[in-house]
């Protein structure tokens, strides 16, 4: 890779120990695991620019736009799913 992007400062700290290392290690997030995952995540491109994030396009491939669902009508309503709204803010 010719940039540093976010992805290494998190190998970085799962690799090197300390507590933050110890907390991603405990939920399974080792410095081995988060590579594989970021490789495959890319899809085998390297970090050639300095905004890399902006490439990989994951918000669009993992992420659900309700803000152009709810425009499009196609939100359920949201009274009394109170459960459901707190766990949103909660996230």
Known sequence: DEYLSTEHLLIGIAAKGGRAGEILDGQGAT????????????GGRRVTTPDPEGQYKALEKFGTDFTAA???GKL???????????????V
């Open 70 to 72: 709810a425009r499009e």
């Open 31 to 42: 410095a081995k695991k988060l590579l594989a995952a970021f490789e495959t995540s890319r």
């Open 76 to 90: 359920d309503p949201v009274i009394g799913r109170d459960q459901e709204i707190r766990r949103v803010v909660q």
